[in-house]
């Protein structure tokens, strides 16, 4: 059984820092690609960065580029979302989950190709 834990959402102000942690059990963690994707009030989930089993190729949307980084810690089954320069429309719950397809190389940042997901966790910035 895959299970994903997301944590170190917290309230920050603008231009802060926050890095997110998601820890996997239940899977051959280094095979499958990583992605965090964020859903704000009354808006749909949308990507926000992606990662290959080997952690390499990372990819991410335009909105977070130059200011998030994606990466992972095999050893520990963990991916991290540093997320710098904060905004406050970065407000949001966050989500990592897991690609339906082991191997897939780059990773998609589309969430359909994702199976497994975790709880969220909150991520508010203030202006």
């Known amino acids: 059984q895959v299970q994903l834990a997301e944590s170190g959402g917290t309230l920050v102000q603008a231009g802060g820092s926050l890095r997110l942690s998601c820890v996997a059990s239940g899977l051959t963690f280094s095979f499958y690609s990583l992605g965090w994707f964020r859903q704000a009030p009354g808006k749909e989930r949308e990507f926000v960065a992606a990662?290959?089993?080997?952690?390499?190729?990372?990819i991410y949307a335009d909105s977070v580029k130059g200011r998030f980084t994606i990466s992972r810690d095999n050893a520990k089954n963990t991916v991290y979302l540093q997320m710098n320069s904060l905004k406050p429309e970065d407000t949001a719950v966050y989500y990592c989950?897991?690609?339906?397809?082991?191997?897939?190389?780059?990773?998609?940042?589309?969430?359909?190709?994702?199976?497994?997901w975790g709880q969220g966790t909150q991520v508010t910035v203030s202006s």
């Open positions: 990662i290959s089993g080997g952690g390499t190729m990372p």
């Open positions: 989950a897991v690609d339906r397809l082991s191997l897939r190389k780059p990773p998609t940042p589309n969430s359909e190709g994702y199976r497994y």
